[in-house]
């Protein structure tokens, strides 16, 4: 899971200030990488390892000139993981293309295979990568065929290319030099990509990103949710284009609502704010309807459960207080290479506040449990707090499949619930009851949000996947490099 964004600004202007804001404000989305590319008679670009803080200093700002560009964060899914690994990847001949995604190719193996003659290299081992070549091949001939020149059509034939031979889930934004900037998203649209525009003294304005909060903190309007199979195409003089292009069967993914996008976004018109709160509802009224045993007060896990566990405490008519303080200097835990470090990192995130436990029955809350390691180390952090009781609530039903499209969960073994009742996972975890929200109530609590959205993609919860490219042997191949990542912190 990655995060992007993409700015084409009035002539004169330097878009690298907004894609730094952008940037800063998908920081969750990915710590690993940071990168920006901006155009002005030439490519001006700087990635590199590290947070978005670290990446650019001002001296790189200062070069990042131009009224166009992309930015991205990377949190690492496929590939070796080295620098130049990190997004932006862009050509320079025939035409100068400069791109950023989310989301993960699953063919990348077979494209790579089959696009190059043997002895030709990629320059890393980013699916990105194979996905602008497929891009610029189909725009490069059109632009050989046309003797020299390109207008829209070309780049829509191109995204139309892209659809029919890259699989898997991708939004993405590009600009082509001096011709314009592109966003599309992959035909079963699983990864959000939004669009906004605003106006000053200076002109137009046009950007797009994976998470409105960037727009929102650059001053954009939403003004669009790409849809599935959908590419949207701002000319140079600043016309703008909204074409659907591929085939379209929308299954948007849950988990971006259930844990990984901020709360004050949208994603396809949905408040991820307000389908979190929607989940506590349901999970509430789940407690009560499954005879749980009534807690004296819930506390959520922070961050992501906050607004879900708040709802829930209400719902129950039960005291809501923050228990477990975390230090907000701490990345994510999860990201950490192998079980040690997880569990010391952990320790450093999270401090109960004994007063909220002592003697109490207490409800945690959390999103999501993957390996149940987190889970299990907070539930004894609660316990050696004072508590009587321990119950846990979970946000989303349990993970029980890996993710092919980007999100960096565990193998299939890994997860806790494999093979394992809710009954074996309570006690795996030490609580004395655990509830998990149901499947169904899960979606109809995002749905509710845009009634135009028919299904999401639930396959971590079930195994079964919208994008007819996945098979055992693809899943085993993204698992087995995965699973060769984390055993070498080295590479992590
Ligand atoms: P675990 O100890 O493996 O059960 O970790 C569960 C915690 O990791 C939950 O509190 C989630 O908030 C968080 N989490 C879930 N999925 C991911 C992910 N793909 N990347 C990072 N963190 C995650």
Redesign the pocket.
């Known amino acids: 899971?990655c995060g992007f964004i993409g700015i084409f600004g009035p002539d004169g202007v330097d878009v690298a200030p907004e894609i730094y804001e952008g940037l800063l404000a998908v920081q969750h989305r990915g710590q690993d990488a940071a990168g920006m590319i901006t155009y002005t008679d030439r490519f001006n670009l700087r990635k590199s390892h590290g947070l978005v803080s670290e990446v650019f200093t001002e001296e790189h700002m200062v070069q990042l000139r131009g009224h166009v560009g992309v930015g991205h964060v990377r949190y690492p899914t496929v590939g070796e993981n080295r620098s130049e690994d990190a997004q932006p990847f862009h050509h320079t001949f025939p035409i100068g293309t400069a791109m950023v995604h989310n989301g993960n190719v699953t063919n990348f193996a077979e494209l790579h295979d089959s696009m190059f003659a043997k002895g030709t290299r990629l320059n890393s081992t980013c699916d990105l990568e194979v996905l602008l070549y497929v891009f610029q091949q189909a725009l490069a001939e059109r632009y050989q065929a046309k003797g020299g020149s390109l207008d829209e059509e070309d780049v829509f034939h191109a995204v139309g290319c892209v659809y029919e031979k890259v699989k898997g889930a991708y939004s993405v934004c590009a600009f082509i030099a001096d011709l314009g900037m592109v966003a599309f998203r992959d035909p079963y649209g699983i990864k959000p990509i939004c669009f906004g525009e605003k106006t000053d003294e200076r002109g137009r304005w046009f950007a797009c990103a994976s998470e409105s909060v960037v727009l929102d903190v650059n001053g954009y309007r939403r003004t669009l949710d790409i849809g599935p199979g959908e590419a949207v195409f701002i000319s140079h003089d600043r016309t703008l284009t909204h074409r659907k292009v591929g085939p379209q069967r929308h299954t948007p993914c849950i988990?971006e609502y259930v844990?990984?996008s901020r709360p004050d976004s949208f994603l396809d018109d949905v408040s991820v704010y307000k389908t979190r709160r929607r989940f506590g509802k349901a999970l509430g009224k789940q407690w009560k309807a499954g005879g749980a045993p009534t807690p004296d007060v819930v506390i959520p896990?922070p961050d992501?459960?906050r607004d879900a566990a708040m709802a829930m405490a209400s719902e129950l008519k039960i005291r809501y207080r923050e228990g477990l303080v975390k230090n907000r200097y701490i990345g994510?835990?999860?990201?950490m290479p192998n079980h040690q470090s997880?569990s010391t990192s952990i320790r450093r995130k999270l401090n109960a506040l004994p007063l909220e436990f002592k003697g109490k029955d207490v409800l945690l809350v959390?999103?999501?449990?993957?390996?149940?390691?987190?889970?299990?180390r907070i539930v004894q952090m609660a316990r050696d707090a004072g508590a009587r009781r321990v119950y846990f609530a979970v946000t989303s039903p349990p993970l029980v499949a890996p993710c092919p499209y980007g999100?960096?969960?565990?193998s299939k073994t890994e997860f806790?619930a494999d093979g394992r009742t809710v009954d074996e996972i309570a006690s795996f975890l030490g609580v004395d009851h655990l509830v998990y929200l149901d499947r169904e109530a899960m979606n109809i609590a995002a749905a509710k949000g845009n009634p135009r959205l028919e299904s999401f993609c639930n396959a971590c919860f079930t195994g079964e996947y919208p994008t007819p490219d996945v098979t055992l042997e693809r899943l085993k191949a993204i698992e087995d490099e995965r699973g060769a990542r984390r055993s070498n912190p080295a590479v992590c």
Request: hydrophobic share 45%; proline share 0%; aromatic share 14%.
């Open positions: 899971m988990f844990y990984f896990i992501s459960s994510r835990t999860f990201i997880r959390d999103d999501s449990i993957v390996r149940g390691n987190t889970s299990r999100v960096d969960m565990a806790v």
